[in-house]
Nanobody, 116 residues
Framework: QLQLVESGGGPVQPGGSLRLACTAS????????MAWFRQAPGKDREAVSC????????YYADSVKDRFTISRDNAKRTVYLEMNSLKPEDTAIYYC?????????WGKGIQVTVSS
């Protein structure tokens, strides 16, 4: 059974860092693009970053460019999101997503709270 489990979230002070991880089970992730989305209270879910399956090309939202880094370890079936220089506006529930040819699948999400 396919499952995506996020970890590494929690509270952090502005300027701090967190590393999110998303581990998949029930699927061989190396064949698929994977992504991170986030949803802040009262806002729509937005794409944060994604990484291709084959050549490792990456995409970042302008709001996180140069602060966040996405990477993947296919052997561990895990995608990471390294988040540095965190700002209060980064506060959100972060969701892992795997992109299949005709569908996507979501993790349950993990809370990140940036506050002093």
């Amino acid at each position: 059974q396919l499952q995506l489990v996020e970890s590494g979230g929690g509270p952090v002070q502005p300027g701090g860092s967190l590393r999110l991880a998303c581990t998949a089970s029930g699927v061989n992730v190396e064949s698929y693009a994977m992504a991170w989305f986030r949803q802040a209270p009262g806002k729509d879910r937005e794409a944060v970053s994604c990484i291709a399956s084959t050549d490792g090309r990456t995409y970042y939202a302008d709001s996180v460019k140069d602060r966040f880094t996405i990477s993947r370890d296919n052997a561990k079936r895990t995608v990471y999101l390294e988040m540095n220089s965190l700002k209060p506006e980064d506060t959100a529930i972060y969701y892992c997503n795997i992109v299949f040819p005709s569908s996507t699948y979501w993790g349950k999400g993990i809370q990140v709270t940036v506050s002093s």
